[in-house]
């Protein structure tokens, strides 16, 4: 093929992609875009938030009803082991793998679970063995939903605003996953907390029909295929420097850096002599500094980069302050766990806007959203070890020292793949 057909058969592939995208436009407008577009994005944001409620009651549920001193630890793994499992399942067969049908399918099986929990906890009381099963329903949806939900949001936006919209979002979400638990818990507290499975299958029901009707309508084709012929698993995803470097950051900062319900306790009980009434001002100092965060990366989306690197270094030298002495040392804690919010919002914002915005191939971004929900989830496994390991060695101050420098480690270094990402963009899909 000589060079004038390349030219011609680029410019083919480029405007057939131009009208299929104007003609998803086009419906859905027709069908009234912005504000089907509204109740979908809010809908999807209230699922997520809802189904972290429910990790966090099945945690709370474990430590305050079960019998099993290992029974917190069993649930942890429940919650995580499904993620690895996945990215084994799903790896083998990742080019065919459709996750916006395992979307709707996904919030089904999550509405009747959640049903079937909530009416039996209130017939029959809590049972260990149920709330271990439902773990492991809810983390296998929620790790299947996540790449089907980004990909069919960002494509309702136009490609002209889709980053900013995508970062607004993001923002929107994490902080609805932030608040949802604090409202899990006060139904925990008042002893009526298997009306929250209820709604949360009420929820998903809603979400499963809208999810339904945007794919529908954004009519995406099936047959889209990211890598080349033959190509299988996850290597159309992973073949490009610029995504492993991307993906190891992210695997190093979820490892050391996004554990404070770990860190909270610790710090409470040996950085301010047992105050166990702390732990809960910590997390929320960290909440206020994570929406904060969040919501500087939705106002500066031109600059995901340097907010997801910046804010991987703000978040290990916050972690790192923890244990500089201080004669007011309630105060100085709070404040570090504040600045470590900050860092953890800005990371987290910018690398789930990177991913649900990376490229022009929507199979690109699908097996990239999932590959970073499956780190995200299963680097709770890694962490617990790290920590584990760390407070046999010495105290807790060693096990801030060593988060800490993990995640600064990680923020340097994407910091210094900025420029091999910029200069990689032309050969490889190019990241936002």
């Known amino acids: 093929m000589n060079l004038a057909s390349m030219l011609i058969l680029g410019n083919m592939r480029k405007s057939s992609a131009s009208t299929t995208s104007t003609a998803?436009?086009?419906s859905l407008t027709n069908h009234g875009s912005v504000a089907f577009r509204r109740v979908y994005i809010w809908i999807s944001i209230g699922n997520g938030a809802t189904t972290q409620a429910v990790f966090f009651l099945l945690a709370g549920l474990a430590v305050l009803r079960a019998e099993?001193?290992?029974?917190?630890?069993?649930?942890?793994?429940?919650?995580?082991?499904?993620?690895?499992?996945?990215?084994?399942l799903v790896g083998s067969a990742a080019s065919k793998f459709n996750f916006r049908s395992a979307l709707v399918l996904s919030l089904w099986l999550q509405a009747a679970s959640a049903i079937i929990f909530g009416i039996t906890s209130l017939v029959f009381g809590y049972n260990l063995v149920s709330a271990l099963i439902m773990s492991l329903v809810y983390a296998t949806a929620s790790t299947v939903q996540a790449p089907g939900r980004r990909?069919?949001?960002?494509?309702?936006?136009?490609?002209?605003?889709?980053?900013?919209?995508?970062?607004?979002?993001?923002?929107?979400?994490?902080?609805?996953?932030?608040?949802?638990?604090?409202?899990a818990g006060f139904a925990l507290a008042t002893g009526y907390w298997q009306v929250w499975f209820i709604l949360d299958?009420?929820?998903?029901?809603?979400?499963?029909?809208?999810?339904?009707?945007?794919?529908?309508?954004?009519?995406?084709?099936?047959?889209?295929?990211?890598?080349?012929?033959?190509?299988?698993?996850?290597?159309?995803?992973?073949?490009?420097?610029?995504?492993?470097?991307?993906?190891?950051?992210?695997?190093?900062?979820?490892?050391?850096?996004?554990?404070?319900?770990?860190?909270?306790?610790?710090?409470?009980?040996?950085?301010?002599?047992g105050a166990e009434e702390y732990a809960g001002l910590?997390?929320?100092?960290h909440t206020l500094g994570s929406l904060l965060g969040a919501v500087l990366v939705a106002r500066a989306d031109r600059h995901l980069r340097g907010c997801y690197a910046g804010g991987?270094?703000?978040?290990?030298?916050?972690?790192?302050?923890?244990?500089?002495?201080?004669?007011?040392?309630?105060t100085m804690i709070l404040v570090c766990s504040l600045i470590a919010g900050v860092g953890r919002g800005l990371t987290l914002t910018a690398s789930s806007t990177m991913a649900?915005?990376?490229?022009?191939?929507?199979?690109?971004?699908?097996?990239?959203?999932?590959?970073?929900?499956?780190?995200?989830?299963?680097?709770?496994?890694?962490s617990a070890g790290i920590i584990s390991m760390s407070l046999a060695l010495g105290s807790s101050t060693l096990t801030l020292?060593?988060?800490?420098?993990?995640?600064?480690?990680?923020?340097?270094?994407?910091?210094m793949m900025r420029s091999k990402w910029d200069s990689e963009n032309r050969s490889e899909p190019s990241g936002p």
Do not use: H
Request: glycine share 6%; proline share 4%.
């Open 68 to 88: 099993d001193p290992q029974a917190v630890g069993l649930q942890l793994a429940a919650q995580s082991l499904p993620a690895l499992a996945l990215l084994l």
């Open 151 to 183: 990909t069919v949001m960002a494509d309702l936006y136009p490609e002209e605003v889709r980053r900013r919209a995508i970062s607004s979002i993001t923002a929107y979400s994490n902080g609805a996953r932030l608040v949802a638990p604090a409202a």
């Open 312 to 330: 991987s270094v703000l978040l290990g030298l916050g972690l790192i302050a923890f244990v500089i002495p201080s004669n007011a040392m309630e």
């Open 401 to 415: 020292w060593v988060c800490g420098a993990g995640s600064v480690a990680a923020g340097l270094c994407a910091m």
């Open 356 to 382: 649900s915005t990376w490229g022009e191939s929507t199979v690109f971004r699908e097996r990239l959203i999932a590959l970073t929900s499956i780190i995200f989830t299963a680097s709770n496994l890694v």
């Open 24 to 26: 998803n436009a086009s």
């Open 282 to 285: 910590i997390v929320s100092s």
């Open 201 to 273: 299958a009420v929820v998903c029901v809603v979400a499963a029909l809208l999810s339904s009707r945007a794919i529908k309508l954004l009519n995406i084709s099936q047959k889209e295929n990211l890598g080349k012929e033959g190509e299988t698993g996850w290597s159309p995803t992973l073949n490009t420097r610029s995504v492993r470097a991307f993906l190891v950051a992210f695997a190093a900062v979820c490892v050391f850096g996004f554990n404070i319900q770990v860190i909270a306790p610790l710090a409470a009980r040996d950085l301010l002599n």
